[in-house]
Every structure is written in C-alpha cells, then in structure tokens.
C-alpha cells in the first residue's frame, strides 16, 4: 500500500483546497510534516483513513465534524487521496453528509454522502465505481485490513501507544480485540455457554419428565404417590423404589381388569337372551300385519275389475287393426302424393303458357333451346372483351394527348436551361469570394470588439480605482491615529507603572522590584490610571487597524495593475472612435458572413441544376418514345373493339343484349322440361295410389274389419295402448299377489298380538346394565394400556435422566475452563489466550528495535500473572533492565524510555498485524508521536530505527512539532495555521 497523492478541500482546519505530492514530498524516504501544536498536521492523516474507509479515527470521528468552519457556503468538503493497493493504482475521491445553500430560494439542504473510485489504465483513468457500498468493498478487499488495523498500522497515532504501554490488561486487551481477529475463539466461548444452559435445560426436563410420569401413573391408576416416593417429583429418589411402586399399582389394576370382564360377560349373556325373545315378538307382529294389508288389496280389485271391461275390448281390436297399420298409412301417402303431383302440373302448366309461344312442350323443344344458349354462351368472352377494348382505346387516347402535351413542354424547357445555368454559376462564384475574405473580416471585428471591451471596463475600472485610493488614504489614516492613541496609552501605563505594581502590594508580600516585605511609601497615579487591558486593548485595535489597511492598499495596487493593462489593450483611439469603427466592423462581418453562408447551399443549387438539366434531357427522350408506342397500341385497340362490337351485335338478334337473350332462353328451357317431368310425376302418383288402396282393402276385409275407416278408428297411438295394456296388466298382477298371500300357510292360523312395548323395555334395561359393565370393563383397559406404556417411558427417562447429568457436567466444566473459571488457574479466558500469544510475538518483534533504540539495555517481557486483586491475566507487559537484571514494569520507564517503547511497541504490532492480514505490503508509513522527549543519543537511535524503516523503497512520514527534527529531516511539509483556517507552505 502506497500513498501517491493526498487533496483537502474544506476538510478540518482547511478552508480551501490543499494537496500534497507524497511521491515528490517522501523521494528520500523519509519527510517531516512541522507545525505548530493545532495547525492540522494530523488533519493530513485523517484525510486519508477517511477517503479509504469513509471515517476518522479515534475521538475526532465520534463528533461526525469534518467539514471546516473556515469554508465558503459554495465549497464542498472533499477528500481526494491517489493510492496503490494490490499492484492496482486507483484515485479514491469521497465527500461527507453535509449542508449546501439551496440552488433556488433561500434556505439550506442536505447534500448526501458521494464516493467515487477510479483505475489508472494505460488510456487514463476508467470507472470501478460511483457507489459507496460498491466502492467501499472494492477498496476493503484490496486494504486487507480494518480501520482500526489501518489506523495502527500505517498512521501511528498519537499517545495511544504510550497509553497502550502502561494500560492494565483488560484494557490493553480491547484494543488487541480491534487488530487480531478473536471472533472465532469468542464464538467458541459463547457455543460453549449456549452448550451449558442448553444441556442444564435438557437436564431440568428430563427431571421434569420422570416426575410428570410419577404424577400420570398416580392420576391413571387413581392412587396417591407414597410419602417415601415424593422426591421422585423432582428427580432425587432412586429409579428402585419407583418401579416396584409401579409394579404394585399395576397389578391392582390387573385384578380390577378380571372383575371387570366377568360382570361385563355376565351382562352381554342377558342381553341376548331379551333381545331374541323381542325378534319373535316382532316377526309374529309382521304376519298380522301382512294379512290385513292383503284383505284390504284384495276389496279394492274387485272393486276396479267392472271398470277394466271397456279397456280389454280396445285392446282386442287395436290388437286385431295393428298388422294392417303399415297398408293402411301405404294408402293414406300415396293418395296424398297423387293430390300433390296433380297440383303442381297445373302450376307447372301455367308458367309454360306464359312463355310458349303457341309451342308444344317436349323433349325435342327443351332439348332445341338449350343448344341456341351454349352457341350464345360461346360469344360471352366477346362482350367483355369489348368492353376492355373500348376501356383501353379511351385510356390510351388519354395517355397519347398528356405525352404529346408533355413533349410539348420538354422542347419549351429545353430552351430556357442554359440561362439558369449561367445565372446560378454568378451567384456561386460571389458567395465564394464573401467566404474568402470571411477570416479577414472577423479578424478585424473581434480586434475591434476587444479595443472597446477594454476601454468601456478601463472607464468603469478607474472610477473604482480612485474610490479604492481614497479607501486606502482613509485606512492609512485611521491605522495611524489607532497607532498614535496605542503610543499615548502605554506612555501614560508606563508612567504609572509605579502605581500599577503599588496597587498589587500587600504587608508581608514581596516586592516584585526590590524583594521588600514592608512598603511604607505606595505610589499613586498623578494622571488617568491605564491598564495592561487597555493597553492590550488598543494594541489589538492597531493590529486591525493595519491589518485593514493592508488589505485596502493591496486592493488599490490590484486595480491599477488592472487598469493599465485594459488600457493598453484599449489603445490611444477615443471611446466615440472605437464605437464607430466596431459598428462598421459588425456590419461589414454581418454581410460577409451572410453572402458566405450562401455558398454550400448555391454550389448544391448549382448542381441540382445540371443533375435537372440532364434528367430533363432523358425523359424528354423518353417521352418522345413513349408517344409513338401508345399511338401504335391504340390503332391496334381500335380495330380489334370494332371485331368484337360487330360479332355480339349478330348474335344478341332483337334482344337488348346478349345475355338477356340466353337468360330468356334458359328460362324457356327450364318451363319446358318442369313441364314434361310434372305430367310424367303425376301418371306415376296416381297409378300407385289406386294400387295401395286395393292392396289395403284385401288386408282389413282379413282382419275382421267391413271397411277401411272401420279398421283405422280402431287403430290406437302406441303410448295410450301402452298405458292401458298396462293398467289391465298390472291388475291382473295385482289379483294374482294378493290371493297368493292369503294362501301361505303362515297366514293361515295366526295367535294372538304380543306386547311389544312391554318387552323393548325389558331389552332397553338389560342393554343399559351391559353398556355400564362394558364401560367399567374399557375403562380398566385403558389404565392398565396407559400404566404400560407409562412404565416404558419412565424406564427411558431415567436413562436419560443419567445421559443428560453426565453431558451437563462435562460441559459446565469445559465452558468454565474456556472462561477462565474452574480449573483455569490463571483465569484466562480462550479470547485473552490467544491474544496472550499474539502480544508475545509483538513483544518478540519490538524487543529488538527496543534494544537498538535504547542501546542494548531495555527487552519486552510478557506477563501472564494475574492482575491487581485477583483480576483476570495473560496479558502483562514488562521490559528487563539488561543493566540490573531486573524485570521492570512498563510504567516505572522515564518519558524518553517511555516513548522509544511505544515507538517499538507500535512498530512491532505493525509487523504481526500485517502478518497476520495475509503480509499486505506497507510502503507509506506515518508516525504521529511526541519525539520532544528525547535527548540528542536517544533521538540519533530513534531516527537509525527510521532510517531502517525506509529500506526496500518504503516512505516514512513523521509528524512533529519538534524544532530539531527540521534540521535532521530535509524532505519536510509545513502547516501553517492563521485566522482564517490553515494551509500549507510554499
């Protein structure tokens, strides 16, 4: 990771836009950043975590104030950093939340946050992303490390590493937390907490089971549990004495289960002996009842056998009239197709009359006529050929008139195309010489327009300088009357200084001239008593007062510069002169550059012309073509329409046309063959009629019947025969049943009615007594089914009852071991172990640039005894004294010791954190920390380990305030800092 380029704009104490070149700034390696305490060196830092990570670190980030106070409305704060991250060299440029000036109206509105991240390509820079959430993981996956990483790694910060140095372990560890990942150990121990409530829950239901259990045998066997068992309710009595207990109640049960199915059997036997009894009763009911059913049914049809008499008779003659249904319909069809085919001869007669002519209709004569339609029918196409020929004479004599008119007009055209050519070529080659003298035109005018531009500001411009020279005479003169008035005030405090310190003393305090304890003789003011703060009072007044000069004189010197050079480039020439010679620039360029506007559009006039001219030329010559082709093909059409107009006019003789001629013969044919295939149909119709009707009157005289009408009244429609055969039928079935009922047997000689009532209850009774012992019996059933299948399940809790405390101890154990409880004796908890081993290796690391910074004598030690009061260890830090032997608590270290170990300590804890992020290549290294507690030797070792640091091209930033280092340090940046916000020098 290499820093190239760093820009603020409106970022902390920066009130306009700053950038810094680190490529250039860091070339040997190593630069100072120097100022004075506040000026915003670290400023430069924050800008950097915030363009990579979108914050700040430390307290500065918790207050969200990045923008600067000293800013313009208009300027938006901005960070823009040019960094390297995984050989990818990208320009990361990001903007806060923050409040802008409505662009319409008055008020203020919120402008959200931007980030924008771009590749460096051998074309230039190209997009990666313009959305923070993209842009972010983008960079993250590149960083390989957190902010709180990047922040102690890159930008060694401010006193956090001495605070580090003396902290106590727990706090020490929280800020271990934020650089090692030690999500997965507290994972660890968090499954393991989880693993021991959860297998203390399953430890309590199991317990919970076994006493449920208890309390359901009790409840099903309808039993107290004994005294000696009531600890079994919550799991403490032994799995012995509750079984036997169990085993007792069961076989209560099973006695109560043999009691139970005597009574019940006992019970069902009565119940069938009633219920036997009650089915004789009800058979010998049925048969009393079939018997009056069947006397009653046999009144009735004696009743309607008089009325079936009429029926029977019908259905003796329909029977008879049937077989001659078919020869009697025969008859009765013929007869009506014989009156048909006789009305429709005379209606076929009479249409034949209308058109014959005096002719006889036959089959010569229909025959004749439609042999004249197919002749006509052959000159048809002659018709419409006739009409198409006159359609195209009338069409081509058109056409023959518009080509000879438009000959015509080609021959007049023709003649008139030279002149417009000639015309047209005129007006190319003046837009032509306009485009020509264009550029000179212009020229002149825009020199012209300048001259006068100039002139009109240098006339405005001067009225400004005077009042600006008067500003500056005013401010001169009020700075030294405040000046003059500053003179007269600490003249006057001066002579009255006497009475100044006399009216600080009291008896017994020291005279802060002579050292005297007694003042005999106080001094007094003689004339107006004047104070330090009037002095500084008008001091500052001066200050302003100049201040406000100054500005006014630079403000003065500015105009005139302006000025001279508006009238330099204004010229001698008056206002009145400019103004004429620019307006007849304007029109002069005005008209030029019209007429060479001109001269595209001419030169494509010009050329649409001679493309005309040409296609003129063409289609004349077509046209001339055209014309003798139509005057040929009309000639033609016309003998050809006279042909076919003479062939029609033969054929159509005295009718309007032609095809009224074959309609009128078609119809005549049509009459003609209707009428001779009617009187053939109506010889044919009445022949089989008169046979039908003899045929007819044979069959019915067979039947029985006198006559024809006879035999079809006694035809009956089959739906009412079918109603009455069956009527007469089922009467008969009828009769036939019911005199077979009386005549069984069982009917015959019936005893008396039983008592039916008398005997349900009696069933009703015995039923209820069975119900109740059949009822006691599944009760029983179902105590003893449930106490077995609750003796089961009591056997497999307890087995699990043991499992489970086994599993709960085991856990427990471990979660407490993990957690730096139980048999942790250096009460250590996992996260703090692991952390223990990655502060030992930061400790291996920085012991030796400890050693060559503090020559040899100072070494890191871990520690993992316990803390104050018995609080949790593991990660201690001590440093050996190689000069005594002693081991030494980090806090008994003298200011310079103390920083040359935060310097290592943070050097060290650099190297594993990069390590441990997968060896991310740090090249831009910043130490923020205070080197003004050294002394020259520990300073010269401090300054060898940097110098180490910037081996294998790596750049080292240190940022102080020390006035030393600018002279060991030559690449250095400056921050200034002033009234209004600070900057950089240079």
Not at 756 to 762: A, I
Request: charged letters at 30%; glycine letters at 6%.
């Amino acid at each position: 990771m290499r820093v190239h380029r760093l820009a603020l704009t409106a970022f902390g104490p920066f009130a306009d836009k700053v950038a810094v070149d680190l490529d250039d700034l860091g070339r040997d390696g190593l630069f100072l950043l120097w100022g004075p305490t506040g000026a915003g060196k670290t400023t430069l830092l924050d800008g950097i975590v915030y363009a990579l990570y979108g914050t700040v670190p430390g307290a500065r980030g918790e207050e969200k104030r990045l923008r600067s106070d000293h800013a313009a409305d208009d300027v938006r704060t901005e960070v823009e950093c040019e960094v390297t991250l995984g050989g990818e060299r990208l320009l990361v440029v990001r903007r806060p939340e923050q409040q802008r000036p409505k662009r319409r109206g008055t008020g203020w509105t919120t402008e959200q946050a931007k980030l924008t991240v771009q590749r460096w390509t051998p074309e230039g820079w190209e997009p990666v992303s313009t959305r923070i959430d993209e842009g972010s993981e983008h960079l993250r996956s590149r960083l390989g490390l957190s902010a709180e990483q990047f922040c102690q790694v890159v930008l060694l910060p401010q006193g956090d590493f001495a605070r580090f140095l003396r902290a106590e372990p727990e706090d020490r560890g929280r800020l271990l937390r934020t650089l090692f990942d030690v999500g997965r150990f507290a994972q660890v121990e968090s499954w393991l907490d989880d693993r021991r409530r959860t297998a203390r829950s399953e430890l309590d239901e199991a317990r919970l089971s076994a006493s449920t259990l208890l309390a359901r045998v009790a409840q099903v066997a309808d039993v107290e549990v004994p005294e000696e068992l009531a600890p079994e309710l919550v799991g403490a009595a032994s799995a012995a004495h509750a079984g036997a207990w169990v085993r007792r109640v069961r076989a209560e049960v099973s006695d109560r289960l043999t009691e139970r199915e005597a009574a019940a059997a006992a019970a069902a036997a009565e119940v069938t002996r009633v219920d036997a009894a009650l089915a004789a009763a009800r058979a010998a009911e049925q048969r009393h009842a079939r018997r009056d059913r069947a006397r009653a049914d046999l009144a009735r049809l004696q009743a309607e056998a008089d009325e079936l008499v009429p029926l029977r008779a019908a259905l003796d003659a329909a029977g008879r009239a049937d077989p001659v249904r078919d020869v009697l319909e025969a008859a009765g069809h013929a007869a009506l197709a014989a009156e048909a085919a006789e009305e429709g001869l005379a209606a076929v007669r009479r249409n034949w009359i209308a058109v014959a002519g005096g002719r006889t209709a036959d089959t010569l004569l229909s025959r004749g006529l439609r042999d004249e339609v197919a002749a006509l029918r052959t000159v048809l196409p002659d018709v419409d050929r006739a009409a198409a020929l006159a359609t195209s004479v009338a069409r081509t004599s058109q056409q023959v008139d518009v080509l000879t008119a438009q000959c015509a007009g080609d021959d007049a055209a023709a003649a008139g195309w030279p002149a417009r050519l000639a015309q047209q070529e005129a007006v190319v080659e003046a837009a032509a010489g306009a485009d020509a003298r264009l550029a000179g035109v212009s020229a002149t005018l825009e020199r012209t327009r300048s001259a006068l531009t100039a002139a009109l500001a240098a006339e405005q411009l001067a009225v400004e300088a005077e009042r600006r020279r008067a500003a500056s005479r005013a401010a001169r003169e009020v700075w030294l009357d405040a000046r003059e008035t500053w003179t007269d005030l600490r003249g006057h405090r001066l002579a009255g200084m006497a009475a100044e310190l006399a009216a600080g003393l009291a008896d017994g305090d020291d005279c802060p001239v002579c050292g005297a304890v007694e003042h005999p003789r106080l001094a007094h003011a003689d004339g107006p008593v004047v104070t330090q703060a009037d002095e500084e009072q008008a001091r500052a007044v001066v200050e302003d007062r100049e201040e406000r000069f100054l500005a006014a004189q630079r403000a003065e010197e500015a105009t005139e510069r302006e000025l001279a050079a508006l009238r330099a480039q204004a010229g001698p020439e008056p206002l009145a002169e400019l103004e004429r010679a620019r307006a007849e620039a304007v029109a002069a360029e005005t008209s030029v550059r019209e007429l060479a506007g001109t001269l595209q559009p001419a030169r494509r006039e010009l050329a649409a012309l001679l493309a005309a001219r040409d296609e003129a030329t063409v289609a004349r010559a077509a046209n001339r073509e055209q014309l003798a082709q139509r005057r040929a093909e009309l000639r033609a059409a016309q003998e050809a329409l006279a042909e076919a107009r003479e062939r029609v006019a033969a054929a159509q003789g005295e009718d309007p046309d032609l095809a009224a001629r074959i309609r009128r013969l078609t119809v005549e044919a049509d009459r003609c063959e209707a009428l001779v295939e009617a009187e053939a149909t109506e010889l044919r119709a009445r022949t089989a009629a008169d046979a039908a009707r003899g045929h007819a009157e044979e069959r019915v005289t067979e039947a029985g019947f006198p006559d024809l009408l006879a035999a079809a009244d006694a035809l009956l429609d089959p739906a009412r025969a079918a109603r009455m055969r069956d009527r007469v039928t089922e009467h008969d079935q009828q009769w036939s049943v019911v005199t077979a009922a009386l005549a069984e047997p069982e009917l015959a000689d019936l005893a008396p009615r039983p008592d039916l009532p008398t005997m349900t209850e009696s069933l009703r009774s015995a039923t209820a007594v069975r119900e109740d012992a059949v009822s006691a019996l599944a009760e029983v059933r179902r105590c003893t089914a449930a106490l077995d299948g609750l003796s089961a399940d009591l056997t497999a809790v307890e087995v699990e009852l043991d499992e489970r405390r086994t599993v709960a101890e085991q856990v427990s154990a471990l979660a407490d071991l993990v957690n730096g409880r139980g048999a942790n004796t250096l009460r250590m908890r996992l996260q703090s172990f692991v952390l223990a081993a990655r502060l030992e290796q930061v400790a291996e690391v920085a012991s030796r640039r400890l050693r060559d910074m503090s020559g040899g004598r100072y070494t890191f030690l871990h520690s993992d005894a316990q803390g104050r009061h018995g609080a949790r260890g593991g990660l201690g830090l001590d440093v050996l004294d190689e000069y005594t032997g002693a081991r030494r608590p980090t806090k008994t270290l003298s200011g310079g010791e103390s920083f040359m170990a935060s310097l290592a300590l943070a050097l060290g804890l650099a190297d594993v954190v990069t390590a441990e992020s997968g060896g991310v290549q740090i090249d831009t290294l910043f130490v923020d920390e205070g080197f003004g507690t050294l002394d020259p030797q520990s300073l010269d070792a401090v300054m060898t380990v940097l110098d180490e640091l910037r081996r294998g091209g790596r750049t080292v930033g240190v940022i102080s305030h020390v006035e030393e280092l600018r002279t060991r340090i030559t690449s250095r940046l400056e921050v200034l800092s002033g009234r209004h916000g600070s900057r950089l020098a240079g």
